[in-house]
């Protein structure tokens, strides 16, 4: 998602930079979009590795972890 808001963002300056409004606008609002989605997928796998991580830091998990993987 990074890329593609990256490539829309470059798309939107060289069509400014051309004059072609209309274009660039478009470009600019698919970009935020691409970077929206990017920046909450971000958010969820963070929130799910802090979510894995304080589950495995409880210790009544680590015997039955251990149990489980012999």
């Given at each position: 998602?990074?890329r593609?808001?990256?490539?829309?963002?470059?798309?939107s300056?060289?069509?400014?930079?051309?004059?072609?409004?209309?274009?660039?606008?478009?470009?600019?609002?698919l970009?935020?979009?691409?970077?929206?989605?990017?920046f909450?997928?971000f958010?969820?796998?963070?929130?799910?590795a802090?979510?894995?991580?304080?589950?495995?830091?409880?210790?009544?998990?680590?015997?039955?972890?251990?149990?489980?993987?012999?």
């Open positions: 998602m990074f593609w808001a990256v490539i829309c963002l470059i798309i300056l060289i069509a400014g930079g051309l004059g072609l409004t209309n274009i660039s606008a478009f470009a600019k609002r970009s935020m979009i691409f970077f929206a989605l990017f909450l997928g958010l969820a796998l963070l929130g799910f802090y979510l894995v991580g304080s589950a495995l830091s409880h210790t009544e998990l680590v015997p039955a972890l251990v149990a489980i993987s012999m």
